[in-house]
């Protein structure tokens, strides 16, 4: 099992910066592949951003946002720059475990085995 809690969401105005963290307990973290989804409302959950030893980007948001993980704090990071109204979503992190194999990151939520509870990022034009 694994346990996943985001954090960081809130309000920032267009061209604003804020940084999302997902702490995860429960199982060694550097065995886990990690990725961070959002969703609109109406809209579908859609694909940001995915770790597991090299990081892949959604192409709305590469070039913005940047992720990251430390394995001996247990957490993933999303740092996001250059924010846009079209970024405003919940943001959920996820967490598949991989044992230390696998792909180089996962861009398919199916693909995911845990999810955060979300975090809400809001950006004003």
């Known amino acids: 099992q694994v346990q996943l809690v985001e954090s960081g969401g809130g309000l920032v105005q267009a061209g604003g910066s804020l940084r999302l963290s997902c702490a995860a307990s429960g199982r060694t973290f550097s065995s886990i592949a990690m990725g961070w989804f959002r969703q609109a409302p109406g809209k579908d959950r859609e694909f940001v951003a995915a770790?597991?030893?090299?990081?892949g980007y959604a192409d709305s948001v590469k070039d913005r946002f940047t992720i990251s993980r430390d394995n001996a704090k247990k957490t993933m990071y999303l740092q996001m720059n250059s924010l846009k109204p079209e970024d405003t979503a919940v943001y959920y992190c996820?967490?598949?475990?991989?044992?230390?194999?696998?792909?180089?990151?996962?861009?398919?939520?199916?693909?995911?085995?845990?999810w955060g509870q979300g975090t809400q990022v809001t950006v004003s034009s």
């Open positions: 996820a967490a598949r475990i991989t044992d230390w194999g696998g792909r180089s990151y996962y861009t398919s939520a199916d693909e995911y085995n845990y």
């Open positions: 770790i597991n030893w090299s990081g």
